[in-house]
């Protein structure tokens, strides 16, 4: 099995993945709720259907899936998500996006096809988001070489996967490489896209927590350059 992105992805073989994805497709469908589906696959604009599984029932079920297994090899984390990817209902990207925020630690650089592949599939904020922050970041924290990638990844055409490249750094707090993080809200300040607005001014804001002269100073220098929804997320908390 192969799955196409940025080229091809092949999805490993793997009895972890065997083992999980036969147990989560009977947990999962077991606690389906149509009414609910119904509400939350609108409240995500119908971006994909829903099995109507509330989150906390969702992660319990999950605990419950996973009992047991042992600690994944990144070619587990590889078969599981995209195994995952390739069903249809929401709730088992989440459960997807969940195991690879428990087990990035787990993989190398070389899980970044990985990861832009799930950015740009049925991409909305509510997989990317976290993707960005908990999985891309923690990659690139651990081996200098992504950064070069994001670096990339930042003038690609694909809101979503510029969108990660602003976000990664997101949990980056004194770690963050201040310098990278203003070239790329300069790079994309005039990008149409609410999503990427957002995005400029949540990652501005998040690192005025660490260092809010910075985040004022910048935006002193260069606050013409953004729109004003990009200027008021980023200095919601620090004022200027």
Not at 108 to 121: A, D, E, I, Q, Y
Not at 128 to 151: F, I, N, Q, T
């Amino acid at each position: 099995m192969t799955v196409t992105g940025a080229g091809q992805v092949d999805v490993p073989r793997s009895a972890l993945a065997d083992t999980v994805l036969e147990r989560l497709t009977a947990a999962y469908p077991a606690a389906a709720d149509p009414g609910r589906a119904g509400a939350m696959r609108a409240y995500m604009k119908d971006v994909a259907p829903f099995l109507g599984v509330p989150t906390p029932v969702r992660r319990s079920l999950s605990r419950t899936v996973l009992a047991g297994t042992p600690r994944p090899a990144e070619a587990d984390c590889t078969a599981i998500a995209l195994r995952c990817w390739a069903l249809p209902e929401r709730e088992y990207h989440y459960f997807a996006v969940d195991y690879l925020r428990r087990h990035a630690g787990r993989c190398s650089s070389g899980f970044l096809p990985v990861v832009r592949h799930l950015v740009t599939t049925v991409p909305w904020w509510d997989t990317v988001d976290l993707l960005a922050a908990h999985v891309v970041g923690a990659l690139v924290a651990a081996d200098p070489e992504p950064a070069a990638d994001m670096d990339r990844w930042i003038a690609d055409d694909d809101l979503w996967v510029a969108r990660t490249a602003l976000l990664h750094q997101l949990r980056y707090k004194e770690r963050t490489d201040a310098d990278r993080l203003f070239a790329y809200c300069l790079l994309q300040s005039g990008h149409g896209d609410f999503f990427i607005r957002k995005a400029i001014g949540w990652c501005l804001r998040e690192y005025a927590k660490t260092d809010p002269d910075a985040v004022r100073a910048f935006l002193t220098r260069e606050r013409g350059r953004f729109a004003p929804l990009t200027v008021r997320e980023a200095l919601k908390n620090i004022g200027g």
